[in-house]
């Protein structure tokens, strides 16, 4: 799950430098999405589309992928390219967070509410429903807990009166009971990489930054990179070392 803020940005950013520690399956929609805000034809998109993977996508495939752009240009008819300065999160909802008790809780319970209100932004018409994977919520969250212990956590939270569950049957959608946008503002979300961090900082904890990519990270000792850039900066080390000793054995 990456919940994009501005989409246009994203998609600049792609366009100019390639697609990094993105998937080329977010990559396609986001740019579909673009190219159409661009005023592009369908037609036009499609090929942008295969432009793009042919210069970014090693031993890109048209074939294996006209299915993936087929539908994102089909899919993207009729969406807006999100253009969100910021997730406004307010003092009451702060409040209600902070007398939760257990850090891990209370964790979760900041991330459902980026998460909803970010889905709100997005679709007016949302009303403070969350319905990503649990899966994603718990790893935007930063927090390690097995399916049963999510469960029971959902549960916790359910119980103390702050979220529903759908009525419907195999509906695994969470709705939000402590949403309060009347209260000021005191805090602006403006990257959902890593929401639990985030919560984390506004704790007072020690939070860094990965120097490539910015995305927030618990300070360690030495390390300045996430792990996803990690391996990129490990792979490209390697690769230059070896080059280079093929040449100093030449």
């Known amino acids: 799950m990456n919940l994009i803020l501005d989409e246009k940005k994203y998609a600049e950013e792609v366009i100019n430098g390639g697609l990094g520690n993105h998937t080329a399956k977010e990559a396609l929609y986001i740019l579909a999405k673009y190219y159409r805000f661009c005023g592009q034809?369908?037609?036009?998109?499609?090929?942008?589309?295969?432009?793009f993977m042919v210069k970014n996508y090693k031993n890109y495939n048209p074939v294996e992928w006209s299915m993936t752009i087929d539908y994102d240009v089909k899919n993207t008819k009729t969406k807006k390219l999100n253009q969100i300065e910021y997730i406004?999160?307010?003092?009451?909802?702060?409040?209600?967070?902070?007398?939760?008790?257990?850090?891990?809780?209370?964790?979760?319970?900041?991330?459902?509410?980026?998460?909803?209100?970010?889905?709100?932004?997005?679709?007016?018409?949302?009303?403070?429903?969350?319905?990503?994977?649990?899966g994603e919520i718990f790893k935007v969250a930063h927090l390690k807990q097995t399916e049963v212990n999510q469960d029971l956590m959902f549960n916790d939270l359910k119980t103390i009166?702050?979220?529903?569950?759908?009525?419907?049957?195999?509906?695994?959608?969470?709705?939000?009971?402590?949403?309060?946008?009347?209260?000021?503002?005191?805090?602006?979300?403006?990257d959902t990489r890593a929401l639990g961090y985030e919560y984390l900082k506004y704790k007072g904890e020690k939070i860094t930054c990965c120097q490539d990519c910015g995305v927030l990270m618990r300070v360690k000792t030495?390390?300045?990179?996430?792990?996803?850039?990690?391996?990129?900066?490990?792979?490209?080390?390697?690769?230059?070392?070896?080059?280079?000793?093929?040449?100093?054995?030449?």
Do not use: M
């Open 41 to 51: 034809s369908n037609k036009k998109i499609t090929e942008s589309l295969n432009n």
């Open 161 to 190: 009166g702050l979220i529903k569950l759908s009525k419907k049957i195999n509906n695994t959608n969470l709705g939000l009971l402590y949403i309060d946008d009347d209260s000021e503002v005191v805090l602006k979300i403006t």
């Open 222 to 250: 030495d390390l300045k990179r996430c792990t996803e850039c990690n391996k990129v900066y490990r792979r490209e080390y390697f690769r230059l070392r070896k080059q280079l000793e093929k040449i100093e054995n030449s």
């Open 88 to 134: 406004p999160v307010t003092k009451n909802e702060l409040k209600t967070i902070k007398e939760i008790k257990g850090d891990d809780l209370q964790t979760l319970a900041f991330t459902l509410l980026c998460i909803a209100k970010f889905n709100n932004l997005v679709y007016p018409e949302n009303h403070d429903w969350v319905y990503q994977n649990k």
